[in-house]
């Protein structure tokens, strides 16, 4: 007796292949395998392109946050002023909370800090400005303020001018050398109440953070001339620390808040971002399940299809079975039809979606020149371009989810030609 064919043998491979290669008198088969490639190739497409821009939205936002801002603040819980009846939040010893918080494991930088807001004002233009008091040493050490390839300018000379976001530089007109006023409505104090202060600086230095919001309405100005515009001689409003692993900020709480003091409040970046990327994972999640949908729909056309060339293949699966084929092989015959389809249209979508990634700059200036307006606005999203960032687990997820669907799809109807009547096929040949 003749032992059965070991699964998935080459007879089997060359007899699904011979059915992919539909003649013209099946060209309808032959249609329903190319509208599930590409059906299939679209939809794997989609879901890496959605997934790659996701991962690198959130990666340069992230990077945004932390490069040009403080990973935790530290604040005073306050006074309250027996005159004005008004809590000083004011640090009366922040260079000895510096210390302290410096000692803490895992910090890199504490700096001092003076803020305040201001009126800036350039010949007839004014805008309002968010003005940070820092010393020289401390500006140098924030990544996305000091870098000589986005910034204009000495920060060296910081000392003796100020420091502007390139869209704060542009919407007043000014560049490096040009002086502007800024004014304070809470200026000098005199017998009869505070008078506005106005002081003017000469612009040293333009930086370019790569996040609209603190690119148009950041300045810094040197620690000790802050103190003076804003009334804090001796004093910091903030303390703004750094760590070496930003996203291990539960494990610094205690830590920094006992370095502090027990007066002192932590808010981190996390704290002013967190609702902004709690709606990004929401909204992954939810696109990913919407292109799930969309891979199973491209999916079941491979269903369609091998409905159609089981149904034209029904007297060469009776003849095939009169032969002594089994059940077993003809299932398999089937199933390489529609996997292959499935499995050509995953790499063609992951080709794309790679290409779709790697190459999107290109990709949205060239839409930008079809319209009259760009696609991407920064001053509604934040950053100034759509970054992608492709990921291994993305990639693969993406192909684990189309092949799973395709392979699963195409079990029903390879089992339906499988139990196929050979008789029944052949009653009215």
């Given at each position: 007796m003749a032992a059965n064919p070991a699964p998935f043998s080459r007879f089997e491979w060359m007899i699904a292949w011979r059915?992919?290669?539909?003649?013209?008198?099946?060209?309808?088969?032959?249609?329903?395998?190319?509208?599930?490639?590409?059906?299939?190739?679209?939809?794997?497409?989609?879901?890496?392109?959605?997934?790659?821009?996701?991962?690198?939205?959130?990666?340069?936002?992230?990077?945004?946050?932390?490069?040009?801002?403080?990973?935790?603040?530290?604040?005073?819980?306050?006074?309250?002023?027996?005159?004005?009846?008004?809590?000083?939040?004011?640090?009366?010893?922040?260079?000895?909370?510096?210390?302290?918080?410096?000692?803490?494991?895992?910090?890199?930088?504490?700096?001092?800090?003076?803020?305040?807001q201001v009126m800036a004002n350039a010949r007839d233009r004014s805008a309002g400005v968010e003005v940070f008091g820092i010393a020289l040493d401390d500006l140098k050490t924030i990544p996305r303020i000091v870098n000589e390839e986005t910034s204009n300018g000495d920060v060296?000379?910081?000392?003796?001018?100020?420091?502007?976001?390139?869209?704060?530089?542009?919407?007043?007109?000014?560049?490096?050398?040009?002086?502007?006023?800024?004014?304070?409505?809470?200026?000098?104090?005199?017998?009869?109440?505070?008078?506005?202060?106005?002081?003017?600086?000469?612009?040293?230095?333009?930086?370019?953070?790569?996040?609209?919001?603190?690119?148009?309405?950041?300045?810094?100005?040197?620690?000790?001339?802050?103190?003076?515009?804003?009334?804090?001689?001796?004093?910091?409003?903030?303390?703004?620390?750094?760590?070496?692993?930003?996203?291990?900020?539960?494990?610094?709480?205690?830590?920094?808040?006992?370095?502090?003091?027990?007066?002192?409040?932590?808010?981190?970046?996390?704290?002013?971002?967190?609702?902004?990327?709690?709606?990004?994972?929401?909204?992954?999640?939810?696109?990913?399940?919407?292109?799930?949908?969309?891979?199973?729909?491209a999916a079941m056309n491979i269903t369609s299809g091998l409905i159609m060339l089981v149904k034209n293949k029904g007297r060469d699966i009776g003849i095939l079975r009169t032969m002594g084929l089994t059940e077993g092989s003809v299932l398999r015959v089937f199933f390489i039809c529609g996997a292959f389809t499935g499995v050509i249209g995953t790499a063609?979508?992951?080709?794309?979606?790679?290409?779709f990634a790697i190459y999107i700059d290109p990709i949205f200036a060239l839409l930008d020149s079809f319209s009259d307006q760009p696609i991407w606005t920064p001053d509604s999203r934040g950053i100034y371009f759509l970054p992608a960032k492709l990921q291994f687990w993305d990639v693969m997820s993406a192909v684990g989810l189309s092949l799973g669907l395709s392979f699963i799809v195409t079990i029903f109807p390879a089992r339906r030609a499988a139990r196929l009547n050979p008789v029944e096929a052949l009653r009215y040949e």
């Amino acid at each position: 007796m003749a032992a059965n064919p070991a699964p998935f043998s080459r007879f089997e491979w060359m007899i699904a292949w011979r059915y992919l290669r539909a003649r013209r008198a099946e060209g309808g088969v032959s249609t329903m395998t190319w509208i599930s490639l590409i059906g299939i190739t679209l939809a794997v497409f989609a879901l890496i392109a959605t997934l790659a821009v996701r991962s690198g939205f959130r990666a340069e936002f992230v990077d945004t946050i932390l490069g040009a801002n403080a990973h935790v603040t530290i604040y005073n819980g306050g006074n309250v002023d027996q005159q004005t009846g008004r809590i000083d939040r004011t640090i009366e010893d922040y260079e000895a909370m510096a210390e302290r918080v410096r000692q803490v494991p895992g910090v890199t930088r504490v700096a001092p800090l003076i803020k305040g807001q201001v009126m800036a004002n350039a010949r007839d233009r004014s805008a309002g400005v968010e003005v940070f008091g820092i010393a020289l040493d401390d500006l140098k050490t924030i990544p996305r303020i000091v870098n000589e390839e986005t910034s204009n300018g000495d920060v060296e000379a910081f000392p003796n001018g100020i420091a502007l976001g390139g869209i704060l530089a542009r919407d007043l007109g000014v560049s490096i050398g040009d002086r502007i006023k800024l004014i304070s409505p809470n200026g000098v104090k005199t017998a009869f109440g505070s008078s506005p202060r106005i002081n003017a600086y000469e612009v040293v230095y333009i930086f370019e953070a790569g996040r609209y919001d603190i690119d148009k309405t950041r300045a810094y100005l040197p620690f000790e001339e802050a103190q003076s515009f804003f009334n804090r001689e001796g004093r910091a409003d903030e303390l703004e620390v750094m760590l070496e692993e930003p996203e291990a900020l539960e494990a610094m709480a205690g830590p920094l808040r006992q370095a502090a003091g027990e007066r002192s409040y932590l808010w981190t970046w996390k704290d002013s971002s967190g609702s902004f990327l709690r709606a990004l994972d929401v909204e992954d999640n939810v696109m990913f399940v919407i292109l799930s949908v969309l891979v199973l729909i491209a999916a079941m056309n491979i269903t369609s299809g091998l409905i159609m060339l089981v149904k034209n293949k029904g007297r060469d699966i009776g003849i095939l079975r009169t032969m002594g084929l089994t059940e077993g092989s003809v299932l398999r015959v089937f199933f390489i039809c529609g996997a292959f389809t499935g499995v050509i249209g995953t790499a063609f979508g992951v080709l794309f979606g790679c290409l779709f990634a790697i190459y999107i700059d290109p990709i949205f200036a060239l839409l930008d020149s079809f319209s009259d307006q760009p696609i991407w606005t920064p001053d509604s999203r934040g950053i100034y371009f759509l970054p992608a960032k492709l990921q291994f687990w993305d990639v693969m997820s993406a192909v684990g989810l189309s092949l799973g669907l395709s392979f699963i799809v195409t079990i029903f109807p390879a089992r339906r030609a499988a139990r196929l009547n050979p008789v029944e096929a052949l009653r009215y040949e």
